[in-house]
């Protein structure tokens, strides 16, 4: 069973999502470069430092799988005005992901694919 939640964005993935225009604060975890480790996953917290990298370029925001099924059907919702289907069930060219990280690639394609209906505005982030 894929665990949603335990499975994060990776750079790459991070940096085509900050180009659809995803905004940072609506992340689950921050992705620190520190010397020691390239891109450790850090929790997002008031911690004005991890901030700071942010800011710097130092880190990166990271997406788990639910919070990016989360946000897709946000943001269909706002588009389409109705709880819309799960794009799983929308796209017969889809095979079922064996990894998170095949889903997350999955619906990272998708949304760039179709970043034109996509409206981040009224997405509530995390604080």
Do not use: H
């Not at 964005?9 to 995803?22: C, P, V, W, Y």
């Not at 706002?78 to 709880?83: L, V």
């Not at 992901?97 to 996509?118: C, F, H």
């Amino acid at each position: 069973m894929i665990k949603f939640q335990q499975t994060f964005t990776n750079a790459e993935q991070s940096k085509r999502l900050l180009e659809l225009g995803l905004p940072i604060d609506s992340a689950d975890i921050l992705l620190l470069n520190t010397p020691d480790s390239p891109y450790d996953p850090y929790i997002i917290g008031g911690d004005m430092t991890l901030r700071k990298y942010l800011r710097e370029g130092r880190a990166l925001p990271s997406w788990s799988v639910g919070r990016l099924i989360d946000i897709d059907l946000f943001c269909r919702e706002q588009i389409e005005g109705m709880m819309p289907r799960l794009i799983f069930a929308r796209e017969p060219t889809w095979g079922t992901p064996t990894s998170g990280r095949e889903m997350l690639d999955n619906l990272i394609t998708y949304m760039e694919n179709n970043k034109v209906g996509y409206d981040f505005s009224k997405l509530e982030t995390k604080q």
